[in-house]
């Protein structure tokens, strides 16, 4: 793909709306097409392109530049050629476990805190608890930061709210 | 998508094999129609001529529990049960006929019901849409308090719906919703939220006693009734109908997502207004407390809701793009509920 994510999702985004809404009359239709927008506008603010293929095809690129390396290195008016290390993807399955089995420990943890944690000292305790309240409200609130406006007005009736 | 409820076709010849099987004489029906509406049971109607012997043709709401749905698997029983008992009293609903769990007959649970005239007032609408004409809002405010405190004042020991009570208690009540909630999470969450098991914690550590046990229709609020020239007609969506503390209603028809960017509950009615009205036609004092206590409950509950939506979408029960944008609002039932346990 040549044009950016983003680019894109406005350009889908506005097709859906000017050339399509406008020539449909169903309602239910005109809502589920009103769910697309609202799914593709999510899509804007949390995803981009997959990494995979990019890093295959830096993959391919380095391999060639060595191999020119070697064939040219000692050209001294050959231009220079870069050397970088490949980058590391982090898969996001990994990513995703990782952070459910933070939240996992969260859950462990609250109701260790109503059973066996009760003899924990008071101050203690309600230090932990702090800790813990701070921790899952900061997972909502950045995950509310990267949620767009919801479109629930535009899915019920079928036409801009 | 219609599994094995087949097309409308399919289905009007089901209905009417049905149908002639229950009035022991033929009838027949017409082109079956889908309503767009509704995240969980589908909603039709059904031309059925023949009904009381002659030719006349009278349109039944016909309401199906698919598989694939939102809260599957489903039962008509609550509902029907909920809809006989309240046969005869101050709320205003649809007559219930003809119900039953079995899907070899027409492949979902399914309950017919009376058609009743009206439209429903869309409860999520932007924040810069003018709101209701006053006398008209005004008009449907009161009816639409009225007929809470009418279905919370029915005496549900005595009708069919009895048989929904499972030893509760007014003191037991918000126990036994809050286990049933937290069950239902266990069976929906996709990951885990730890937000959601602290709603849980703090509503199981501050149990609030029901002034008394009544019918409670779990989803009140604009969008599930229908109206007509501003007369209230019906009361609709009765399926998460349950007996407990009648607090739980008021504080499902307050949710800030009711409100349609106004301050008014449902879009309809001053808070103090609401709270007071209902009071008196109820006739106990509202807790606040308990209010507050079940707006906890409700937000939790909605979160759960959302939950729901999310799984279905994901296991490919059903592609109705509206699930995935219910499953993205987890995060805000779950940020609010927090708040809200924040500054009790």
């Known amino acids: 793909m040549n044009n950016s994510f983003p680019r894109l999702i406005d350009g889908m985004c506005a097709t859906l709306r000017a050339e399509v809404l406008s020539r449909l009359d169903d309602e239910f239709a005109r809502g589920q097409v009103y769910g697309v927008i609202n799914l593709l506008n999510t899509f804007k603010a949390r995803a981009d392109w997959a990494s995979g293929f990019l890093l295959e095809q830096i993959a391919a690129q380095q391999q060639a530049l060595d191999a020119l390396r070697a064939l040219l290195g000692a050209m001294p008016s050959a231009p220079a050629l870069p050397d970088a290390p490949l980058p590391i993807a982090t898969p996001i399955a990994e990513l995703l476990a990782r952070r459910d089995a933070g939240n996992r420990a969260f859950d462990e943890l609250q109701a260790w805190l109503d059973g066996p944690g009760r003899t924990l000292p008071a101050a203690q305790a309600s230090q932990v608890e702090t800790v813990l309240r701070r921790a899952m409200r900061t997972e909502v609130d950045l995950e509310l930061k990267h949620s767009p406006r919801p479109l629930f007005a535009e899915m019920s009736s079928g036409r801009e709210a | ?344």
């Open chain 2, 1 to 344: 998508m219609t599994s094995s409820i087949g097309d409308e076709q399919t289905l009007a010849a089901r209905v009417a094999d049905y149908l002639t099987q229950q009035v022991g004489h033929p009838v027949t029906v017409g082109a079956v129609r889908r309503f767009p509406v509704g995240f969980s049971w589908l909603t039709y109607a059904v031309p059925v001529s023949g009904l009381q012997g002659d030719g006349a043709v009278q349109e039944l709401i016909l309401r199906l529990g698919p598989d694939f749905g939102l809260f599957a698997p489903y039962s008509a029983g609550p509902q029907v049960l909920a809809m006989r008992s309240l046969e005869g009293t101050a709320v205003p609903l649809p007559r219930a006929y003809w119900s039953s769990d079995d899907p070899a007959i027409l492949g979902a649970p399914f309950m017919f019901c009376e058609k009743v005239s009206g439209s429903a007032v869309v409860p999520w609408v932007s924040a810069h849409e003018p709101g209701l004409e006053e006398g008209y809002r005004k008009r449907l405010g009161a009816q639409f308090i009225d007929a809470l405190a009418a279905l919370h004042c029915v005496r549900w020991a005595e009708q069919p719906i009895a048989e929904m009570a499972h030893g509760i208690t007014a003191e037991n009540a918000a126990e036994q919703n809050v286990a049933q909630w937290q069950a239902l999470i266990e069976r929906w969450a996709m990951r885990p939220y730890p937000l959601a098991e602290y709603g849980i914690r703090w509503l199981k550590s501050n149990h609030p006693v029901a002034p008394r046990v009544t019918i409670v229709h779990g989803d009140y609020r604009t969008g599930n009734f229908l109206e007509q020239d501003g007369r209230i007609t019906a009361i609709l969506d009765w399926e998460l109908v349950h007996l407990g503390d009648p607090h739980e209603d008021l504080a499902w028809a307050s949710m800030p997502m009711y409100m349609g960017g106004s301050k008014l509950i449902c879009r309809l009615a001053e808070p103090d207004w609401f709270y007071g009205r209902y009071a008196e036609r109820a006739g106990y004092e509202v807790s606040m407390a308990s209010v507050r206590y079940y707006q906890v409950f409700s937000l939790l509950k909605l979160a759960a809701t959302h939950m729901a939506a999310a799984r279905c979408f994901e296991e490919g029960r059903f592609n109705d793009m509206r699930m995935p944008a219910m499953g993205s609002q987890i995060a805000t039932c779950l940020r609010q509920m927090d708040k809200l346990i924040e500054s009790t």
